[in-house]
T-cell receptor
Framework: NAGVMQNPRHLVRRRGQEARLRCSPM?????VYWYRQLPEEGLKFMVY????????ESGMPKERFSAEFPKEGPSILRIQQVVRGDSAAYFC?????????????FGPGTRLTVL | AQKITQTQPGMFVQEKEAVTLDCTYD???????LFWYKQPSSGEMIFLIY??????QNATEGRYSLNFQKARKSANLVISASQLGDSAMYFC???????????FGAGTTVTVRA
């Protein structure tokens, strides 16, 4: 009964490179959420996806960031042309549904460092 | 919009003693849920306890209890009989009942001393 899985756990990129963060939700979960945690801060919502659909991307920067959750495979958060300010911990969570009482289970996070 | 405030950036507690972590919130939603998460130095987010805004009783989970005062809009976490393994960052979060986004406070670092 594996939990939410994220990989890689740590990712180092140079400015201008691309970062791809992967998230496999818990078995049976079809709702995925991405949050970002900047140093010394709490988590901030980025995007909410269901299979093949982006439901809410209101927390995602308009440029360079994109997310997908294909029919098969993990959810991907993609950051193009990374900058130092993108250095953060990125957490994925999944839930059974998107309503009250549907607890979000968090993955271990991916720590992105941009040199 | 929802706002979570955790005013204690860091706290020290003696092993076996109790510690209270403050959390106040602001929301116009009539129905909502409040959550506490623990983030140890390894970085993962561990769910601790949940309180619904219409729950009549304060939530408890083992050594964790939530002191929910709706009129004051506070949801303080009490950790009883602190253990060295409780040293971590603790986040208060909330979510409106008709929403899916969790809003988090800035966190409180707890250090348990032997």
């Amino acid at each position: 009964n594996a939990g939410v899985m994220q990989n890689p756990r740590h990712l180092v990129r140079r400015r201008g490179q691309e970062a791809r963060l992967r998230c496999s939700p818990m078995k049976g979960h079809s709702h995925v959420y991405w949050y970002r945690q900047l140093p010394e801060e709490g988590l901030k919502f980025m995007v909410y996806l269901q299979k093949e659909n982006i439901i809410d991307e209101s927390g995602m920067p308009k440029e360079r960031f994109s997310a997908e959750f294909p029919k098969e495979g993990p959810s991907i958060l993609r950051i193009q042309q990374v900058v130092r300010g993108d250095s953060a911990a990125y957490f994925c969570a999944s839930s059974l549904g998107g309503l009250e009482g549907d607890e979000q289970f968090f993955g271990p996070g991916t720590r992105l460092t941009v040199l | 919009a929802q706002k979570i405030t955790q005013t204690q950036p860091g706290m020290f507690v003696q092993e076996k003693e109790a510690v209270t972590l403050d959390c106040t919130y602001d929301t116009s939603d009539p129905s909502y849920g409040l959550f506490w998460y623990k983030q140890p130095s390894s970085g993962e987010m561990i769910f601790l306890i949940y309180q619904g805004s219409y729950d009549q009783q304060n939530a408890t989970e083992g050594r964790y209890s939530l002191n929910f005062q709706k009129a004051r809009k506070s949801a303080n976490l009490v950790i009883s009989a602190s253990q060295l393994g409780d040293s971590a960052m603790y986040f208060c979060a909330m979510r409106a009942s008709d929403d899916y986004k969790l809003s988090f406070g800035a966190g409180t670092t707890v250090t348990v001393r032997a």
